[in-house]
């Protein structure tokens, strides 16, 4: 079995190389072909000897993710579904701007999964339907963005279906890990991925920049809060009761709303930062306007932000999204509240950019 090269820090490839009597120099070289220039192979990284590359190809996997599919969206989104060593499916998002994450140079934000599939099962989506079946490995999480900036500078990438030219200086500001999985139960893994994708050796994106979504797991919560990289964190709350999270997200009956407003209580205490909430708004079950006064009240208790989210139904799943009225009056109603929310204006929903969606599409239907 070769070791997936971008599963390692600078230190760990240094000590590799010293071992076999390289000077210390050339894990700095290498580290920027991988990271820096993207380069596609071992072959590629012309000044380092023949000899070196050649055990370095026999040594360590350069790449793990290849590409399967691609869907452009009207609205700029991109989502593309990669297939891994073992034949696994994950998917990625790029979106262009995030109105609803932050502020102005927001632009090329990168959605990774963590995981193939997903233990918690929340009835709404799509990403555990099928079950959990592994955990991604630090380098396949850190090559779902670095494909795409390979992508975008070399191939192009899209503005919707306008083919784009290819920008040498292509770069991601941003990095959600909000696709499919849940991030805090592949902690290890997590952590290593975005030591790297932050490093300034490896992908060099600002923590500030980095935010990290759980449904809600409060042990992984305070270990988060005593983490040295200052990460963003967000919370699917999706509801302010045990009844209402419960009848959506299994994952409640563990751990119970007390148990993870004690977690947030903590994280928000120890890091001074303020986390986000998350409500995907879902008619009918969370979209009542005394909802959002308890969202609000939680909220302001926790200094959190609220990010709001309209279902993005699903075919073959039985929630629906509430009217558009309903969800400006929602949010208006908790901003009424003295409360930092946004609704989030949709991306991607012509293409199935919802968690999980277009492995399902493609599983159901496979690509030849
Ligand atoms: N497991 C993590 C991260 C993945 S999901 C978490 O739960 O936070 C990222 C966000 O998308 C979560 O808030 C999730 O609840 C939400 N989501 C999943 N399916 C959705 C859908 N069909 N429409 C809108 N939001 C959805």
């Known amino acids: 079995?070769?070791?997936?090269?971008?599963?390692?820090?600078?230190?760990?490839?240094?000590?590799?190389?010293?071992?076999?009597?390289?000077?210390?120099?050339?894990?700095?070289?290498?580290?920027?072909?991988?990271?820096?220039?993207?380069?596609?192979?071992?072959?590629?990284?012309?000044?380092?000897?023949?000899?070196?590359?050649?055990?370095?190809?026999?040594?360590?996997?350069l790449w793990m993710v290849k590409g399967l599919r691609e869907q452009h969206s009207t609205d700029t989104t991109e989502k593309f579904l990669w297939q891994l060593r073992d034949g696994q499916l994950v998917e990625t998002v790029l979106i262009p701007a995030t109105p609803g994450l932050s502020s102005?140079?927001?632009?090329h934000t990168v959605c990774v999964s963590t995981q193939v599939g997903c233990a918690y099962g929340?009835?709404?989506?799509?990403?555990?339907?099928?079950?959990?079946?592994?955990?991604?490995?630090?380098?396949?999480?850190?090559?779902?963005?670095?494909?795409?900036?390979?992508?975008?500078?070399?191939?192009?990438?899209?503005?919707?279906?306008?083919?784009?030219?290819?920008?040498?200086?292509?770069?991601?500001?941003?990095?959600?890990?909000?696709?499919?999985?849940?991030?805090?139960?592949n902690y290890d893994n997590l952590m290593k991925a975005l030591k790297i994708i932050n490093a300034p050796w490896g992908l060099n994106i600002g923590s500030r920049?980095?935010?990290?979504?759980?449904?809600?797991?409060?042990?992984?919560?305070?270990?988060?809060?005593?983490?040295?990289?200052?990460?963003?964190?967000?919370?699917?709350?999706?509801?302010?009761?045990?009844k209402v999270r419960d009848q959506i997200m299994p994952v409640n009956q563990a751990h119970p709303i007390g148990e993870l407003v004690e977690a947030c209580e903590y994280y928000a205490k120890t890091k001074g930062r303020m986390m986000t909430f998350e409500y995907v708004l879902i008619e009918g079950v969370n979209d009542d306007l005394n909802m959002a006064d308890q969202l609000a009240a939680m909220a302001r208790r926790l200094h959190a932000k609220v990010n709001l989210i309209p279902y993005n139904p699903m075919k073959d799943l039985r929630w629906q999204r509430?009217?558009?009225?309903?969800?400006?009056?929602?949010?208006?109603?908790?901003?009424?509240?003295?409360?930092?929310?946004?609704?989030?204006?949709?991306?991607?929903?012509?293409?199935?950019?919802?968690?999980?969606q277009l492995r399902l599409q493609a599983e159901r239907k496979p690509a030849e």
């Open 209 to 242: 920049k980095i935010t990290v979504s759980t449904c809600g797991l409060p042990a992984q919560i305070k270990k988060l809060a005593t983490e040295p990289l200052q990460i963003r964190l967000a919370v699917s709350l999706h509801g302010t009761t045990d």
């Open 322 to 356: 509430p009217s558009m009225d309903r969800c400006y009056a929602f949010a208006a109603r908790v901003k009424s509240r003295g409360v930092a929310a946004t609704l989030r204006i949709e991306k991607g929903g012509d293409i199935a950019a919802a968690c999980g």
């Open 122 to 185: 929340c009835k709404f989506c799509a990403s555990g339907l099928h079950g959990f079946r592994r955990n991604l490995t630090a380098g396949e999480i850190v090559d779902q963005v670095l494909a795409i900036v390979r992508l975008g500078r070399t191939t192009g990438l899209r503005v919707g279906d306008a083919p784009v030219v290819a920008d040498p200086k292509f770069r991601v500001q941003n990095i959600v890990v909000m696709g499919m999985g849940e991030p805090l139960a």
């Open 1 to 61: 079995m070769k070791l997936d090269l971008k599963s390692l820090t600078q230190d760990e490839l240094s000590r590799l190389l010293i071992k076999q009597g390289h000077p210390t120099y050339r894990s700095a070289q290498v580290v920027q072909w991988t990271y820096e220039r993207a380069a596609e192979s071992f072959e590629a990284m012309s000044n380092l000897s023949l000899p070196l590359r050649q055990w370095l190809a026999s040594e360590f996997d």
């Open 104 to 107: 102005s140079a927001d632009r």
